[in-house]
């Protein structure tokens, strides 16, 4: 293999990371800057290199970002507890994953943020709409095919591709400049 591939790769992802809405990250900061500012929980989940990217943003921000500040962030991947989730997925459905966890802990005002390349996957489609119904302020990255969770959540933001990686990628950007607006920028 010749670095063909590579450059190409590359190429891919440095297009979409500068075809990110800047504008929309910026408001995305400020909703976490207010709920830090409230002393709301946030709550952060999805599938497969998304639940990846939701353990590692929650911990970003509530042990980095939390550390440059006067108190720290409230927050919990709902992936990471994987007794509760297999006993939900097995007991209910796995549709009901996340939700069954956001029923114990959820209040009107917190925080769910959702990562779906697809936009569409049943468990998150569940928990936001759960979230919706309950006051919880809804968010969710989503890949280009947008899926149920463009009109579903309460403020959106869509990296337009397809391909898993590249979004997964950009999402986990987007999370890192949340965290780090706080660790470098905000104090």
Same mark, same amino acid.
């Given at each position: 293999?010749?670095?063909t591939?590579?450059e190409q790769?590359?190429?891919?992802?440095?297009?979409?990371l500068?075809?990110?809405?800047?504008?929309k990250?910026?408001?995305l900061?400020?909703?976490?800057?207010k709920?830090?500012?409230?002393?709301?929980q946030?709550?952060?989940?999805?599938?497969?290199?998304?639940?990846?990217?939701a %353990?590692h943003?929650?911990?970003? *921000?509530? $042990?980095?970002? /939390?550390?440059?500040?006067? !108190?720290p962030?409230?927050g919990?991947s @709902?992936?990471?507890?994987?007794?509760?989730?297999?006993?939900?997925?097995?007991?209910?459905?796995?549709?009901?994953?996340?939700?069954?966890?956001?029923?114990?802990?959820?209040?009107?005002?917190?925080?769910?943020?959702?990562m779906?390349? %697809?936009?569409n996957?049943?468990? *998150?489609? $569940?928990?936001? /709409?759960?979230?919706n119904? !309950?006051?919880l302020q809804?968010?969710? @990255?989503?890949?280009?095919?947008k899926?149920?969770?463009?009109?579903?959540?309460s403020?959106?933001?869509?990296?337009?591709?397809?391909?898993?990686?590249?979004?997964?990628?950009?999402?986990?950007?987007?999370?890192?400049m949340?965290?780090? %607006?706080?660790?470098?920028n905000i104090?």
């Open positions: 293999m010749d670095n591939y590579i790769y590359l190429s891919k992802q440095s297009d979409l500068a075809k990110l809405p800047n504008d990250i910026v408001g900061i400020e909703i976490f800057k709920a830090w500012q409230e002393d709301k946030i709550f952060v989940c999805g599938n497969g290199g998304s639940a990846a990217n %353990s943003f929650i911990t970003d *921000l509530s $042990k980095g970002a /939390s550390d440059t500040l006067s !108190k962030f409230r919990m @709902l992936n990471d507890n994987v007794a509760w989730m297999t006993a939900l997925g097995n007991d209910r459905s796995y549709a009901e994953v996340f939700v069954g966890q956001l029923n114990n802990f959820a209040k009107p005002g917190d925080l769910l943020l959702v779906s390349v %697809s936009g996957s049943p468990n *998150l489609t $569940k928990a936001v /709409s759960w979230a119904d !309950k006051g809804t968010i969710a @990255l989503i890949g280009g095919k899926g149920t969770l463009a009109d579903l959540a403020y959106t933001i869509v990296v337009d591709d397809e391909h898993y990686g590249r979004v997964e990628d950009a999402h986990m950007t987007i999370c890192h949340i965290c780090y %607006s706080f660790m470098e104090r």
